[in-house]
């Protein structure tokens, strides 16, 4: 079986190598072998975030390009390869690409709207959302060889579109992605590497839904050798705030920090969450944590905020056995979609609403 599976990944990069290729401008229908192969769909109006496209039928051919390089322009100019829509449409591009120098990789987008680079099924850029051109990073580690690439992007409402994808290896300044940069040696005795996974890498970007590889919720259990000796949930008004700060380049939604009111099932126990994160009980009851020690787990909810495993940190009085916290159940608190972070409002903040579960873990 690992024989076949080698010879695929060699017939696939063969092809891509080898195969002479047309002249071809972005968002062209002309098939280009070791480019991008976008399918468009259309949206429906008012759409917020990315759809799911696996539920969706593409309209028309697909289109093809070796990068993405639309600079911000006025939306009335189109799309390249987009013709029968300015606004209301989304593509999905994939392809695949070759990397000769192992190491890591920072990729950088600018988008109008909201888009996503995902490198062998993980997701490296969270740019979702409906807002003005924005510019996010993240970072890869990349084996050498064969690697897979996709880039969904929608267009929502006017007034301007954007998108661009920049790449920088280990050493090299930003450029402009481009497949034709990628492509594996035409000899195929000249590979070094097999096909190996992409490991993302924890990156600064907004907490809300950064970790790179959330698992799934099913994941999260019980730690073992411990108990739920507490048991908090969020009162109506807990919120998570983000706040508007420039990055490099750009502005992106920071944060988030939470101001949540908890208690526990009978009400007997208060619990202020706040920045750190601290959990302080009205006796002065302290545990804190940090995040960028969580774990991340997808949630059931999709348009809420991940659930988390976190280490306790300097417990004390009511909370001086626990060890671990678990948020779980959780709703809302994403980056606000719909509020522009950029160079007009730098500092600006927004208090997302989320409701949560949190168990305090202490030994049995």
């Known amino acids: 079986m690992r024989a076949v599976l080698v010879a695929a990944v060699v017939l696939c990069a063969a ?32 759409s917020k975030r990315l759809p799911d496209f696996e539920k969706m039928k593409p309209k028309g051919p697909a289109i093809y390009t070796s990068s993405l390089n639309v600079p911000a322009q006025d939306f009335r100019q189109g799309f390249p390869g987009v013709t029968k829509r300015v606004e209301w ?20 987008m600018l988008s109008d709207d909201g888009a996503k680079v995902y490198i062998d099924d993980q997701v490296v850029i969270d740019n979702d959302g409906t807002h003005a051109p924005l510019w996010k990073d993240g970072s890869v580690e990349l084996a050498g060889g064969l690697h897979r690439i996709r880039v969904s992007y929608f267009q929502g409402p006017k007034w301007a579109i954007a998108l661009i994808l920049k790449v920088a290896g280990p050493g090299q300044q930003l450029r402009v992605f481009s497949t034709d940069e990628f492509k594996p040696p035409p000899d195929p005795g000249e590979w070094r590497f097999p096909e190996k996974p992409a490991t993302p890498v924890q990156s600064p970007l907004p907490a809300g839904q950064t970790a790179g590889r959330p698992l799934p919720n099913s994941e999260l259990r019980d730690p073992d ?5 507490f048991r908090f949930h969020t009162l109506p008004g807990s919120v998570q705030i983000y706040t508007c700060k420039q990055t490099d380049p750009g502005f992106a939604w920071s944060g988030p920090d939470p101001d949540a009111m908890l208690t526990n ?33 997808l949630p059931i909810n999709k348009d809420a905020v991940h659930w988390l495993e976190l280490p306790a ?15 779980i159940d959780t709703s809302g608190g994403l980056p606000p979609a719909d509020k522009p972070c950029d160079a007009q409002h730098p500092g600006d903040q927004e208090r997302v609403k989320y409701g949560a579960t949190y168990l305090f873990y202490s030994p049995k």
């Open 313 to 327: 940190k300097e417990p004390t009085k009511l909370f001086a056995q626990v060890k671990v916290i678990h948020r």
């Open 89 to 108: 449409f989304a593509i999905d591009y994939t392809g695949k690409f070759w990397i000769a120098l192992p190491g890591k990789y920072r990729f950088n």
């Open 225 to 229: 050798g411990l108990r739920v000796e």
């Open 15 to 46: 092809q891509l190598a080898a195969q002479e290729e047309p002249t071809a401008v972005f968002g062209t229908t002309v098939v280009i072998p070791s480019g991008l192969r976008g399918q468009v769909y259309y949206i429906h109006h008012n």
């Open 265 to 297: 099932d009978n009400n007997s126990l208060s619990v202020h969450h706040y920045k750190g994160p601290t959990w302080e009980a009205a006796d002065g009851s302290i545990v804190k944590s940090e995040g960028s020690l969580a774990k991340h787990f």
